[in-house]
């Protein structure tokens, strides 16, 4: 329950996007009352809007399905150093902590080695929520595949169809895995979320069960061509037949969808329960964390786990340290140092794409996003601000989580603010005491 007054900005591009009436509160509060009045209630309609989506994302299982993914073991615990960031402040005369909360963070974290540096939480937000990740669900996925490149079950150079037979006469069977993880599939499917009548909202949105449409709930596998996300891959996604797979970067979601596919086909289990074998069960985190799943009840891999905010750091601990947690090997080095084995062709595919000219990313590597491979600077990402941010020269994770009104980091000025700020205060570090 906020019990707060809200304040924030009564306007959403995404929110306007998906074609809802968007309620400006005033000075009432998000879910007001035992029940909620109309006006301040979360709906599945709402939950990405202002104001609406700082109470959504801590409590995600209220407007989406979701399944479990069960922490194990002892907890492992941080060290930390409350005092040397206590009087840091950011080139522009901030506070660390002011600057992340001006910029709509629900919540922000930085390690430094294993010591905690500055942890600080927002709003109702606190050390025992849950965060809807979005797209970083793409890095922790790519992370977990890791385990089949090196068991040698998967081969990056093969086509994902030839280990899912349902791919087969789909835009995925030209392409090869690789592919998939550094979004070069030349796909004809785009990601428009301002028409109403795109293929988005007609086919994928309600097979994604993450968003909004009238009636999609109330569908069958029966009455319904593309009842899941699976579906989706199989019988709707075509190619680009005017672009050859490899040369051009296109972000869109098909992918990590094709890459969990991939996942629990090789695995032979459920991704909500391979993450927790394989991961979160090894990481002595506090928390259990759970995933969020489409229409057909199948996690959704690109963009729907849930986990708190000292959790998330574990697993960038493990990230940063090449795939060793507490002195234990959980997933191969040799895997989370590839994202930094950039080719020139992966920087031209970045720079060729004017979405993210504006943006810092050099490339797009394995679905992580990456600043500058020789510093072992990298971030997984999701929107509305979400981070992982992971610097290895100084040593360094940040995490931070975000209810921004703007959902795409590429328009944000929020969004930037906050990953200016973390780079800042990493190449600080990796001098030595801020």
Excluded at 397 to 426: C, T
């Amino acid at each position: 329950m906020i019990l707060r007054q809200v304040s924030l900005p009564c306007s959403t591009l995404l929110f306007l996007m998906l074609g809802a009436s968007h309620l400006c509160l005033g000075t009432e509060a998000v879910m007001d009352g035992f029940p909620p009045t109309a006006d301040s209630q979360v709906t599945k309609a709402n939950y990405l809007a202002t104001p609406y989506n700082r109470w959504a994302f801590r409590n995600a299982g209220a407007p989406l399905h979701v399944v479990m993914v069960p922490r194990g073991g002892d907890i492992w615990h941080f060290r930390r150093n409350n005092a040397l960031l206590a009087d840091y402040r950011t080139s522009g005369g901030m506070s660390l902590p002011g600057l992340f909360e001006a910029n709509y963070a629900d919540a922000f974290l930085a390690v430094k080695g294993e010591t905690i540096l500055s942890e600080h939480y927002f709003g109702e937000f606190d050390a025992s929520d849950q965060h809807l990740w979005f797209s970083m669900t793409k890095s922790l996925v790519s992370a977990l595949f890791g385990m089949l490149t090196e068991s040698g079950v998967v081969a990056l150079e093969n086509s994902p169809a030839q280990y899912i037979p349902e791919l087969k006469g789909s835009a995925f069977e030209r392409v090869t895995v690789q592919q998939v993880l550094d979004h070069t599939t030349a796909l004809d499917f785009k990601e428009n979320y301002t028409d109403a009548d795109s293929d988005f909202f007609r086919h994928y949105a309600p097979a994604l069960g993450m968003i909004h449409q009238p009636d999609a709930p109330n569908a069958t596998p029966h009455d319904s061509g593309i009842y899941g996300v699976y579906d989706f891959l199989t019988d709707f996604v075509k190619p680009d037949t005017t672009v050859q797979p490899g040369t051009a970067f296109e972000y869109n979601s098909a992918n990590a969808d094709v890459l969990g596919w991939l996942v629990v086909q090789l695995l032979s289990k459920p991704l909500n329960e391979a993450l927790s074998d394989y991961l979160w069960r090894h990481l002595g985190t506090e928390h259990d964390a759970f995933v969020a799943v489409d229409r057909a009840y199948m996690p959704v891999a690109t963009g729907g786990f849930n986990a708190t905010l000292r959790d998330a750091a574990r697993f960038a601990l493990m990230v940063r340290d090449g795939g060793v947690f507490d002195g234990r090997r959980l997933l191969p080095a040799d895997w989370l140092d590839a994202m930094l084995s950039v080719s020139e062709a992966d920087r031209a595919n970045m720079s060729a794409n004017t979405v993210y000219a504006r943006m810092p990313w050099s490339a797009y590597k394995n679905m992580w996003w990456v600043l500058d491979a020789d510093a072992g600077e990298f971030c997984a990402v999701g929107i509305h601000g979400q981070v992982i941010y992971v610097n290895r020269a100084s040593d360094t994770v940040m995490v931070w989580y975000s209810s921004q009104p703007d959902a795409s980091a590429a328009a944000s000025p929020h969004f930037l603010a906050k990953l200016n700020a973390a780079r800042e205060l990493a190449r600080e570090l990796e001098k030595g005491e801020p």
